[in-house]
């Protein structure tokens, strides 16, 4: 299985980014898709995730600004990023739950500064 994210970047406060996770390779049903953050010196944490039912949920910090979708016809997850704060700056992972295992992507580097 590979996740190949992209969309990530340099933005001011306030602005907005689009991520997406494009999912290949043999699987089975995706059970889970997510997006997790880690910023320098912390731990990893999840932002958000979205389960085959098309249920959501999201870290208490990122809620009303953050949007997670799946598009399940090319197995991909987005993540729309708006009203961006310096302390969402990280480097986020794609992870996708499929066949009992976590599948982690290579992480994409998003930078909030004015």
């Known amino acids: 299985v590979q996740l190949v994210e992209s969309g990530g970047g340099l933005v001011q406060p306030g602005g907005s980014l689009r991520l997406s996770c494009a999912v290949s390779?043999?699987?089975?049903?995706?059970?889970?898709m997510g997006w997790f953050r880690q910023a320098p010196g912390k731990q990893r944490d999840l932002v958000a995730r979205i389960n085959s039912g098309g249920s959501a949920d999201y870290a208490d910090s990122v809620k009303g600004r953050f949007t997670i979708s799946k598009d399940n016809a090319h197995n991909t997850v987005y993540l729309q990023m708006n009203s961006l704060k310096p302390e969402d700056t990280a480097v986020y992972y794609c992870?996708?739950?499929?066949?009992?295992?976590?599948?982690w992507g290579q992480g994409t580097q998003v930078t909030v500064s004015s």
């Open positions: 992870r996708v739950l499929t066949g009992g295992i976590l599948n």
């Open positions: 390779g043999n699987m089975f049903i995706i059970l889970e």
